[in-house]
């Protein structure tokens, strides 16, 4: 078998990845990322690119003051127990210096002084500031052809389907401020009148979000000379006879190479979201594959085996990174249903038509209660997003547009009774769908009433900063609106998700540990194909990728001997 050397070899090329890959080289270090798709960015290209730091650079515009005990106790108490205390604490200590250095290399972030973390109710939340989001990234700067072998962004994610929105233009738009009817314009204009961009590329020259992230990350490992192969998929780690993991087997042109690594192999190869038999295996049931929003033949848990087969523990194996998720003829994947679900005027039922949770909560929290509701008998899964003629009017609804921009009539004939229902009372909508009218008809009548004295008596919807995130806040009540206008519609939501959260069980330096609770030397593992640092938890938006490249960042720092 053909042998090649370098110092570290990083599997996969999500953020975390393309991080440390980036940290190492130009610290010095001869860095080979292998992944194992035909584009680079894996999930990470396809996300909002948003990023949880408490204590950031841009705080202080936000207004918000945060410090270390606050920000750790927090943590700590959203994590309950199941990460350890150091690790988070490493966690709060690093993420900030991390987010500095991606502004070094390029990539600055701006705080999001509204966008509150997902537990209010836990002492140390902030209502905002503590997420980031990337700032617009030129796509020149990575260039072509570069940039065809980057990922692509969600469709979901776009405006149209085509031009790139971040989210600040996005909650503007949803929060129906006047403003953001100038930002559409100006953002269809700068994209159609960009000819001579648009003749090289269909993408996108201004890049938001995950698409920004991942550009920029691609631009620094070009500038400081990361050595790349895609197509390139791990096939097992190398260990010597110590026990420590000295290289890796990948598969390349059909033949398998094995890749020396004098320092270290870091995996970040993602989670097993894609892999139907460990579903079966670690997560609660009903669970489908197919339900996923993340890419198509990327995340499979190779690398949770192949850690497995060296010895490394497994933890945390049967939580995800929930979110319902829809199904979009001629979309690759599944699509997260992260914000409409919030908006007032829709709710969301089982199949005896009863609201079961508070549809504008945490997405994680939304998935569990969408299975919880399943185990009990009443049919969570799939369950029904319903709303009526008013908030079809106004507002998108997964694929579905406005009908004020685009009416049924202009709508693909083909989606009717596939991805949407529609019926002109809620006994005919009860009837196609398959859930109990009498029901369905009790909780619009609910609803109807909690929107009139601003108060949901049954979830509390719209009770926390949280959920009035993404809502109109001229309201009583941001979430809450009435459901008594026909026609009715229904959508179908799926107990999807963004990532696996379980994988191998790291130290505060991102290290392996083995059964025994002992380091693996020269193994590393990071985002989310590491057990998560959060545990079953989702502190605040940018929790999978924030941790990802924090230890990213603090593996290197270990490689290096510089903690
Ligand atoms: P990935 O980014 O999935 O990368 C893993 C890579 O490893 C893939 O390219 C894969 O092909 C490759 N790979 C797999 N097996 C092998 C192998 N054997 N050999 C080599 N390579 C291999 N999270 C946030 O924190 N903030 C957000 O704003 C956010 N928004 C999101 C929006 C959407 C629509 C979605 C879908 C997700 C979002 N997420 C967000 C979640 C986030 O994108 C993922 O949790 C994160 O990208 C996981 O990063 P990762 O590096 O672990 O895995």
Redesign the pocket.
């Known amino acids: 078998m053909a042998e090649q050397e370098y110092d570290l070899i990083v599997?996969?090329?999500?953020?975390?990845?393309l991080l440390g890959a980036i940290r190492a080289q130009e610290q010095g270090l001869k860095t080979l990322l292998?992944?194992?798709?035909d584009?680079?960015?894996?999930?990470?290209?396809?996300?909002?690119?948003?990023?949880?730091i408490p204590l950031n650079y841009d705080q202080k515009n936000s207004g918000i003051k945060d410090d270390l005990e606050t920000a750790f106790s927090y943590m700590k108490r959203c994590v309950r127990g199941m990460a350890t205390d150091d690790r988070v604490l490493a966690y709060v200590e690093t993420a900030s210096k991390m987010a500095e250095y991606l502004r070094q290399i390029g990539i600055p972030y701006r705080a999001m002084a509204k966008y509150a973390d997902y537990y209010p109710h836990i002492e140390g939340s902030k209502p905002g500031g503590r997420t980031m989001d990337p700032m617009d990234f030129n796509a020149a700067k990575l260039g072509l052809p570069a940039l065809e072998t980057m990922?692509p962004g969600?469709t979901?994610?776009m405006l149209f389907g085509k031009m790139s929105i971040n989210a600040f233009e996005a909650h503007s738009m949803l929060s129906r401020e006047l403003k953001s009817r100038f930002t559409i314009v100006g953002i269809m204009l700068k994209y159609f009148l960009d000819y001579p961009w648009r003749s090289k590329t269909t993408r996108d020259r201004r890049m938001a979000?995950?698409q920004a992230l991942i550009a920029g990350l691609l631009t620094a490992a070009n500038k400081v000379g990361v050595e790349m192969w895609c197509k390139?998929?791990?096939?097992e780690l190398v260990k010597d006879a110590s026990g420590r993991v000295t290289g890796v087997i990948?598969e390349k042109n059909g033949q398998c190479i094995q890749v020396n690594a004098k320092r270290g192999v870091m995996l970040?190869?993602?989670?097993f979201e894609r892999n139907q038999e460990m579903r079966d295996q670690y997560l609660t049931k009903p669970t489908k594959a197919e339900w996923t929003?993340?890419?198509v033949?990327?995340?499979?848990g190779?690398?949770h085996r192949?850690g497995q087969a060296v010895g490394a523990q497994l933890h945390l194996m049967d939580w995800s990174?929930g979110?319902p998720t829809m199904d979009v003829p001629k979309e690759a994947?599944f699509?997260?249903i992260?914000v409409e679900r919030s908006l007032p005027g829709c709710m969301v039922v089982n199949n005896k038509g009863q609201r079961f949770l508070d549809e504008s909560g945490p997405y994680p929290e939304f998935q569990q209660a969408m299975l919880a509701e399943h185990a009990k008998g009443n049919g969570g899964v799939p369950a029904w997003i319903v709303f009526d003629a008013s908030f079809r009017a106004q507002n998108p609804m997964g694929p579905l547009m406005p009908a004020s921009a685009i009416p049924d009539s202009k709508v693909r004939k083909s989606w009717l009774n596939n991805v949407y229902w529609k019926g002109e009372t809620l006994e005919d909508l009860a009837g196609q769908i398959g859930v109990e009218a009498a029901g369905l008809k009790d909780s619009a009548c609910r609803m109807t009433e909690y929107a009139k004295t601003g108060k949901d008596l049954d979830f509390d919807r719209g009770g926390n900063v949280f959920d009035r995130y993404y809502g109109d806040p001229r309201l009583k009540n941001p979430n809450l609106g009435p459901i008594e206008k026909g026609p009715f519609y229904a959508m179908r939501l799926w107990p999807g998700e963004?990532?696996t959260k379980g994988g191998l069980l790291t130290d505060r330096e991102g290290r392996v540990l083995n059964t025994e609770g002992q380091v693996i030397d020269g193994l590393y593992c990071?985002?989310?194909?590491s057990a998560s640092v959060m545990g079953p938890a989702y502190a605040g938006?940018?929790?999978?990728?924030?941790p990802?490249m924090t230890f990213a960042f603090r593996a290197v720092a270990d490689m290096l001997g510089k903690p």
Request: glycine letters at 30%; proline letters at 3%; zero cysteines.
């Open positions: 599997v996969g090329s999500g953020a975390g990845a292998v992944e194992k798709t584009l680079f960015g894996g999930t990470s290209a396809l996300s909002g690119g948003g990023i949880w990922r969600a979901g994610n979000g995950g390139s998929p791990l096939k990948v970040g190869a993602g989670g929003a993340t890419p033949g990327g995340n499979t190779d690398a192949a990174w979110v994947a699509r997260g992260f963004i990532g990071v985002g989310n194909n938006a940018g929790s999978t990728l924030g990802a």
